[in-house]
């Protein structure tokens, strides 16, 4: 075949070029990476709509990615916590023109509250973990659907779920939040079931330890049990994450990465102590 013959595959940017892109929990951690990482590969033809309960915190994110890569990427701060089903059953209908068309959701709000074992737990903290983690998540993907689905031969769109190796191997001490990632696994595998008839793109992130301020959120504000959680190792950055996430959805159409499990290269797993390995 001659060189002149040979089609030249697209970029990621060029892939991403004119999307609309929403991320939820895009205040801190991932979806704050993820946004970052969208506009560095697009940064000329590109709208994100960052979504998260801290939108002051959400306004200086957008100010931070538009003074690095400039004004081709149009950006949304959106107030919303997923928690509440009367916020994300409305969302959408108040959007800008300009940010209804959503072609990628990237499901990222969730959180975990407290180390307690099962005859302990608070049950406003097993209540906020799912109806975050879980009931948040099903809904905003709801709201997201109809969007999806109006497109031709069926409908488009990619949706990804951010899980973690929480939903595969459950540890003692966080028996609400792994249950609620393998919620979250489960809908995810039932979801790319149901639209397997359309050119809908439903894919699942797992990863494993991930320093972010979620830790410290589990420890409830104690940075130094946060902290302990990674010494002695090198933990995967939200960076790590947000890099996966663009490359997964930035394949070409027919090509879906399903399912990915991501580690440090000191984890084998999770719980025993014997899964990782100290580097120092």
């Known amino acids: 075949m001659s060189t ?15 999307k609309t892109i929403l991320i939820t929990g895009a205040s801190a951690g ?8 969208f506009a560095l590969a697009q940064p000329h033809d590109l709208r994100l709509i960052l979504a998260a309960r801290r939108v002051d915190t959400i306004h200086e994110i957008a100010a ?14 959106l107030q919303l916590d997923v928690s509440k089903p009367d916020e994300v059953r409305t969302f959408v209908g108040k959007l800008p023109d300009e940010f209804k068309n959503i072609d990628i959701l990237v499901n990222n709000a969730g ?8 005859g302990n737990i608070a049950e406003d903290d097993i209540n906020v973990m799912f109806d975050t983690n879980v009931t948040g998540l099903i809904n905003v993907t709801q709201a997201v659907l109809p969007i999806f689905f109006a497109r031709p031969d ?24 792994c249950a609620t990632k393998a919620a979250v696994r489960s809908f995810t595998d039932s979801l790319r079931r149901e639209t397997i008839h359309t050119k809908i793109r439903v894919m699942e992130i797992d990863p494993g330890a ?8 589990r ?18 950055t939200a960076q ?6 663009v490359f997964n959805v930035t394949r070409r159409q027919n090509v879906v990465i399903a399912d990915s499990l991501i580690f440090p290269t000191v984890q084998a797993g999770t719980g025993p102590a014997n899964m990782y390995r100290k580097t120092a």
């Open 210 to 217: 991930t320093e972010t301020e979620f830790s410290v959120v």
């Open 30 to 37: 991932i979806g704050q990476a993820c946004a970052l990482e």
């Open 111 to 118: 959180g975990v509250r407290g180390v307690e074992t099962a």
């Open 154 to 177: 069926g409908g488009a769109g990619d949706i990804v779920n951010i899980g973690s190796i929480a939903g595969r191997e459950p540890y003692a001490g966080g028996s609400i939040y």
């Open 240 to 245: 790590d994450i947000a890099e996966v996430i």
């Open 64 to 77: 931070a990615i538009t003074k690095q890569v400039g004004d081709g990427v149009k950006i949304l701060p």
């Open 219 to 236: 420890f409830r504000g104690d940075k130094a049990k946060a902290d302990a959680t990674y010494a002695g190792m090198e933990p995967l």
């Open 4 to 18: 002149s013959s040979q089609v030249v595959p697209a970029s990621a940017g060029q892939r991403l070029a004119g």
